[in-house]
């Protein structure tokens, strides 16, 4: 129990130095009546730090999912051994520093919002990382048994198999998964409820999977579910840059549905940790410390294989994976791996910042939106050919396990289908997903639409895309300090970032 509770504060400590402020009130003690709570903030460097040996320490003492009432929905020991490995592999990489007078010589970023660092000793924690990670490996207790449909099955039921992908489900009695993350479903006389759907993703991160990768038609769902339950495309497939919805959380497969009187409060859990992830640290550790070697690329293929049905492993995790021969491509497949297993699990922007691929992310993600808008509008965008869907084509069809309901089928998603489709052309219905991405009618000039502009203001847009540097440039994605709490700390607090 006691393992327990130092693995869940330093869970809390990890997610609020890598949203608040970076920097914050740091203690490990208990509370005293007449205690004066206002303390500085405590460098996250050094909580990271202390926190790995707490948790170094706790490891041994504590007890497997498996062996414990509540199993994954308790911090266990595996968990533990991965949360070392992840806060490890925080330290080891980089993050957003504030420009205070105390920055390095020579260091290069944005006065007003900071620079990012990272310390000379990294590799000591790729180390740790590197163990820890090997030992929930070795200790073979979780595995990737369940299919990636059927794992987002078990999650929207509320059900976390002990052994299987999930290390650590945040029990939560209310919260909005089937609500505000996940397929959309409208408000009708079904017992299911309604779900707004309103984390959502883009067209262009649908076409950056493989078409035969199991995990997109899971993760990017083009469809909504009308109040008759009909599947109809997105409203917004054309009006908000290619919106596409994250069907991990489904409504519909729920068993026994909520009903409308618990729209919001589903009672499924967060996931804070997979056994993927592990694979992915570890082999992300193991090739910057030796390379893509043997055990790294194996614990790539063990994610993969999950990832494609198993006719195509020899081309999609055999060869793919032992063509990867440097360091340098092992890091960007690894990279690639995750925006692709991870989707909409809200871990995307920590991984970016701590590999300083944040900027370069929004960078190429603004232009290659630019770009599709431009290769429609034949002015250019050329490179973005393979990957535009200007059209799409889809049409209902009956759905075979409901009867009187009805599907939608779509034409034109995936590269090898980016033609009209062979039955009779009335039968489909078109739709335009790039309309005028590259320019807004409605705006004076030639300029991003500003639906691009506004997704992207605060670090690329049409005023700075010439002289931005996502090289230089951080991009300031740490959270201010509340104002509630910089009083509350008496002046030993303050925001920086050009907050």
């Keep these: 129990m006691l393992g ?89 990489g980089w993050y957003l520093r504030p420009w205070d007078g105390n920055e390095p010589a020579g260091v290069q970023g944005d006065p007003e919002v900071g620079y990012m660092y990272r310390h000379e000793d990294y590799l000591n924690y790729y180390r740790i990382a590197r163990q820890y990670a090997q030992k929930v490996i070795e200790d073979g207790r979780h595995s990737l048994t369940y299919s990636y449909e059927k794992l987002w099955y078990e999650i929207s039921n509320d059900r976390y198999a002990t052994g299987d992908d999930i290390l650590f489900a945040i029990p939560l009695r209310g919260g909005e998964y089937c609500y505000w993350a996940g397929l959309p479903v409208e408000t009708g006389t079904h017992p299911y409820g309604q779900c707004t759907g309103g984390m959502s993703s883009s067209i262009i991160y649908m076409v950056s999977f493989d078409s035969l990768d199991v995990r997109r038609d899971i993760t990017c769902v083009p469809y909504k579910y009308t109040a008759s339950l009909n599947q109809e495309p997105l409203s917004n497939l054309t009006s908000t840059i ?44 193991e090739n910057e410390l030796n390379g893509p070697t043997d055990s790294a690329k194996m614990a790539l293929k063990t994610v993969r294989q999950r990832a494609f049905a198993s006719q195509h492993w020899p081309e999609k995790v055999e060869a793919f994976v032992n063509g990867l021969n440097t360091k340098e491509e092992f890091f960007q ?11 909409g699990e809200q871990i995307r922007r920590f991984d970016l910042a701590r590999w300083n691929k944040y900027g370069q992310a929004l960078y190429d993600t603004y232009f290659e939106f630019v770009g599709w808008g431009q290769y429609v509008a034949g002015v250019g965008g050329n490179q973005y050919a393979d990957r535009v869907r200007e059209k799409i084509w889809w049409r209902p069809v009956a759905d075979p396990e409901n009867p ?93 970032y050009g907050y």
């Design 333 to 343: 497949s690894i990279m690639d791996e995750r925006k692709w297993e991870f989707g």
């Design 4 to 92: 327990e509770t130092r693995t869940l504060r330093a869970m809390m400590y990890l997610d609020m130095t890598r949203l608040w402020g970076g920097d914050i009130p740091f203690r490990t003690w208990g509370s005293q009546a007449d205690e004066d709570y206002a303390m500085p903030a405590t460098q996250r460097h050094l909580i990271w730090e202390w926190l790995i040996e707490d948790l170094i320490a706790a490891e041994p003492t504590m007890q497997y999912a498996s062996d414990i009432q509540y199993g994954v929905e308790r911090a266990a020991r595996e968990f533990c051994q991965g949360l070392i490995a992840l806060i490890a592999m925080n330290r080891g």
């Design 404 to 496: 009187g309901r009805t599907l939608a089928e779509f034409w034109g998603l995936s590269k090898q289908e980016y033609v009209r489709p062979q039955e009779t052309y009335d039968e489909w219905t078109e739709i335009t997903i790039v309309s005028n991405w590259w320019r807004d009618t409605n705006e004076p000039g030639e300029q991003a639409h500003s639906y691009i502009r506004g997704a992207y203001a605060g670090y690329i847009n049409p005023s700075n895309e010439n002289t931005v540097d996502p090289n230089i440039d951080p991009v300031r994605y740490l959270l201010p300090i509340p104002s509630s709490a910089i009083a509350d700390h008496k002046g030993l607090l303050k925001n920086y």
């Design 242 to 285: 290619g919106t596409m919805q994250n069907g991990k959380w489904n409504r519909l497969q729920i068993e026994s549905p909520l009903g409308s009187e618990s729209t919001k409060n589903s009672g499924i859990d967060y996931i804070f940790m997979r056994y993927a992830d592990v694979l992915l640290l570890f082999a992300e550790a």
